[in-house]
């Protein structure tokens, strides 16, 4: 007699779960990365656009109150231009005294460098306190530094001689001089503070401001298998 014959073990069978990487294109993603690497999203560092919004805020209101201090120290500190009345076939005239004096010009550079001074400052003080930067904060420095000359040009009018030029040569009489009320000739002066502020917090930011970490780099340290 001969032995049974007996059918030959079946082939082994490859393992559902193959170690081998899958093919370009697929689904599986590296071993060990995060999720939200592998997903290609990342969590959003820093305040949301709220409160971002809400600090704004606070820095225009703040910066454009700081418009009252410069236009005090314009009043303060500007040349004044000396005015003279007179009379004229029974008419009052005004005229300068010295036509080719420089007065008027110092009053616009006055109110320029003041306003650049505050736009430094202004700055120099958001970063500090906001060293995070963004746009709502350069858009708060822009605002507020433009409101604040606005302010500040009001304040020191205010604050000036008389506007009512003939009232004040009949008050002190013929031939007699006195200052002409504070006028802003140049009204491009009115983005000094502005442009300063832009300026020196784009640089400190540049400058000292918080880096962006660098992004960590996963090797082919393996596929998870389908």
């Not at 969590?43 to 600090?55: L, N």
């Not at 080719?100 to 306190?129: K, P, R, Y």
């Amino acid at each position: 007699m001969t032995a049974p014959l007996t059918p030959p073990p079946p082939p082994h069978e490859q393992s559902s779960h193959s170690a081998w990487p899958p093919a370009p294109g697929g689904s599986g993603h590296v071993v060990g990365a995060p999720d939200h690497v592998a997903h290609g999203t990342k969590d959003q560092d820093g305040p949301g656009m709220k409160t971002e919004v809400r600090e704004a805020a606070v820095i225009t209101v703040a910066v454009a109150l700081g418009g009252a201090l410069l236009g005090v120290l314009w009043c303060w500190l500007a040349p004044r231009v000396p005015l003279v009345g007179d009379v004229v076939d029974d008419t009052w005239v005004v005229y300068l005294k010295d036509t080719e004096g420089e007065q008027s010009i110092g009053v616009d550079g006055t109110f320029t460098l003041l306003a650049l001074a505050f736009g430094f400052v202004s700055a120099v003080v958001v970063f500090v306190l906001r060293r995070r930067g963004g746009v709502p904060v350069v858009v708060a420095l822009g605002v507020g530094g433009l409101l604040g000359s606005l302010l500040a040009w009001r304040v020191g009018v205010w604050l000036g001689p008389a506007q009512d030029v003939l009232a004040q040569a009949k008050g002190v009489g013929k031939g007699v001089t006195f200052s002409a009320p504070l006028r802003l000739e140049a009204k491009g002066a009115l983005l000094a503070w502005s442009l300063a502020g832009l300026l020196v917090h784009l640089g400190l930011t540049a400058l000292f401001g918080p880096r962006d970490p660098e992004p960590v780099g996963y090797g082919p340290a393996g596929y998870e298998r389908p």
